[in-house]
């Protein structure tokens, strides 16, 4: 199974921008990035995915190297809100059930 | 859009003792999952239907854990008779339609239930 890596914690002032990274070296071709997050006492919440191109919405930016080997999830300007856990997330085609495979993640922190 | 429902959303219970956990899925949601996730570490797939069927069940200890949903919509997850390594929260998710765009499919996560095993 295709594995990703992510620093165990990072943090942010509020209102400034952050990057989350995450290494994938052994991501096949066809697995799509998935990013969650997950706030406190509450379940995780999808953020952005992508498969090849840098994709943007309204939570956040994600940048994807040319090797596909690592992503970037970006947010634009932190808020207290945005402190949670992140998962970088490769979709796992392999098992025929296209499961989510959470790892530790990220945990961010935001300062005020 | 109403969310996954999931209830209760804690219980504590000694060990040996049975438990269930329910989830009412986002309407129209073919794909269901129940996740265990332990203190510390991301969401672990118990369980996974599609419909009314199982599509994956090969991480859950099927010999105290069962799941069931029988009409497609809503799911009961037990444990019996429960171990203290048990403890630990339970995310019921649900998606929209597993076959057509499954590796872009997004899943839609419960508040989840806290259970503690004494």
């Known amino acids: 199974d295709a594995k990703t890596t992510q620093p165990n914690s990072m943090e942010s002032n509020e209102e400034e921008p952050v990057h989350l990274p995450c290494n994938h070296s052994?991501?096949?071709?066809?697995?799509?990035i998935h990013w969650y997050r997950q706030l406190p006492s509450q379940g995780p919440e999808y953020v952005i995915h992508?498969?090849?191109s840098n994709v943007n919405n309204r939570m956040a930016s994600l940048a994807i190297a040319e090797d596909r080997k690592s992503s970037t999830l970006i947010l634009h300007r932190a808020t207290l809100r945005d402190a949670a856990v992140y998962y970088c997330i490769l979709r796992d085609s392999g098992a025929g059930s296209y499961q989510l495979t959470f790892g530790k993640g990220t945990k961010l922190s935001v300062i005020p | 859009e109403a969310g996954v429902a999931q209830s209760p959303r804690y219980k504590i219970i000694e060990k040996r003792q049975s438990v269930a956990f329910w989830c009412n899925p986002i309407s129209g949601h073919a794909t269901l999952y129940w996740y265990q996730q332990i203190l510390g570490q991301g969401p672990k797939l118990l369980i996974q239907f599609q419909n009314n069927g199982v599509v994956d069940d090969s991480q859950l200890p099927k010999d105290r854990f069962s799941a069931e949903r029988l009409k497609g919509v809503d799911s009961t997850l037990k444990i019996q008779p429960a171990k203290l390594e048990d403890s630990a929260v339970y995310l019921c998710a649900s998606s929209f339609n597993f076959a057509t765009f499954s590796m872009q499919e997004t899943q839609y996560f419960g508040p989840g239930t806290r259970l503690l095993v004494l």
């Open positions: 992508g498969l090849t």
């Open positions: 052994t991501i096949s071709g066809t697995d799509y």
